[in-house]
T-cell receptor, first 114, second 114 residues
């Protein structure tokens, strides 16, 4: 099976712009979670989607949003970008959403905000 | 609130020697514990997990971890380190209440010297 794919891999934006990141989960996986990784804050949970519904949300401002489509593919959007949004954004997929399943991570999208 | 601590920023070990990467956790209810490894410019790769049952869990690439409920620890171990094991290691716990929200430790950089 193909792994989790994320597009684009690298992105450069300027402050105030918005950005959309895409994630395609492993075939058959219905849960998609998003994480932000920065040197200062480490790995932080953004949100999780299952069957097109947001199941859980981390402690991020409303500028961060996401959605999931009927084929389980997911997108996350960040509006009004700030310098502090520069990070590696990781997407992970799993079969279910019990917390017991392994989450398989994609390679990430490296966002740089100038 | 759930939390994970990795007390060592870096662990240095000689090739062929045993290695231990430490992790302690704080969670209400039964913990679901995971270890992931991250190589440069890559996403996270799953190593092993503890859900229930035997306290010694065996995972990928010869790694194992021991769950200790009384000490709330889940240390990662390998009997004989390889230079190729050099990477960033993350311990994580599923937040209580189900769903796939992972709480990560800050990470430990493992350096294996020839």
């Amino acid at each position: 099976k193909a792994g989790v794919t994320q597009t684009p891999r690298y992105l450069i934006k300027t402050r105030g712009q918005q950005v959309t990141l895409s994630c395609s989960p492993i075939s058959g996986h219905r849960s998609v979670s998003w994480y932000q990784q920065t040197p200062g804050q480490g790995l932080q949970f953004l949100f999780e989607y299952f069957s097109e519904t947001q199941r859980n949300k981390g402690n991020f401002p409303g500028r961060f949003s996401g959605r999931q489509f009927s084929n389980s593919r997911s997108e996350m959007n960040v509006s009004t970008l700030e310098l502090g949004d520069s990070a590696l954004y990781l997407c992970a997929s799993s079969v279910g959403t019990s917390g017991r399943e392994v989450q398989f991570f994609g390679p990430g999208t490296r966002l740089t905000v100038l | 609130a759930q939390s994970v601590a990795q007390p060592e920023d870096q662990v240095n070990v000689a090739e062929g020697n045993p290695l231990t990467v430490k992790c302690t956790y704080s969670v209400s209810g039964n913990p679901y514990l995971f270890w992931y490894v991250q190589y440069p410019n890559r996403g996270l790769q799953f190593l092993l997990k503890y859900i229930t049952g035997d306290n010694l869990v065996k995972g990928s690439y010869g790694f194992e971890a021991e769950f200790n409920k009384s000490q709330t620890s889940f240390h990662l171990k390998k009997p004989s380190a390889l230079v190729s094991d050099s990477a960033l290691y993350f311990c994580a716990v599923s937040a209580s209440g189900g769903y796939n929200k992972l709480i990560f430790g800050a990470g430990t950089r493992l350096a294996v010297h020839p």
